[in-house]
């Protein structure tokens, strides 16, 4: 894989929403939760240097939980995508689809003490992503 040389981030951010912590919330509560996962990225992506000119076209994104207890499936999801929401909504990456930033899949890695996120990305070329689905019918007997 051959990377564009340009933009690259590389935070950690105290903790992060999952689907338990939206559970039972308003979509008032839910969308100030979202609010100030987008203030908290902006803050942090600036502390490395400025925001890239225009929102990247084309992305690298891995998204890692770090806990001391593993996430399961729905949860790392959930928190992924309001990270990817997020992004795109400070203007770091143009859109969260798959033709912009692949197939992101989300990882747990453990941590002791407090819960947190950590969130890289890395600008590249629309060659460098992964931008089809598995293909289920060759697990189809």
């Known amino acids: 894989m051959t990377r564009a040389p340009g933009y690259t981030l590389d935070i950690v951010m105290p903790d992060a929403p999952?689907?338990?912590?939206?559970?039972?919330?308003t979509w008032m509560h839910k969308r100030g939760?979202?609010?100030?996962?987008e203030k908290e990225i902006w803050a942090y992506a600036r502390q490395q240097g400025p925001l890239p000119r225009e929102p990247l076209e084309h992305a690298l994104v891995l998204v890692t939980r770090l806990s001391s207890l593993?996430?399961?499936?729905?949860?790392?999801?959930?928190?992924?995508?309001?990270v990817l929401d997020s992004l795109q909504a400070v203007g770091i990456i143009?859109?969260?689809?798959?033709?912009?930033i692949g197939m992101p899949t989300p990882r747990w890695q453990m941590k002791k003490g407090r819960a947190a996120t950590r969130i890289q990305v890395?600008?590249?070329?629309?060659?460098?992503?992964?931008?089809?689905?598995?293909?289920?019918?060759?697990?189809?007997?």
């Open 18 to 25: 999952t689907s338990n912590s939206a559970r039972n919330r």
């Open 33 to 37: 939760e979202r609010k100030r996962i």
């Open 70 to 82: 593993p996430l399961d499936g729905d949860n790392l999801f959930h928190g992924m995508k309001t």
């Open 122 to 141: 890395v600008a590249c070329g629309y060659g460098d992503l992964d931008t089809t689905a598995w293909n289920y019918e060759e697990y189809i007997e």
């Open 94 to 100: 143009k859109n969260d689809n798959h033709l912009c």
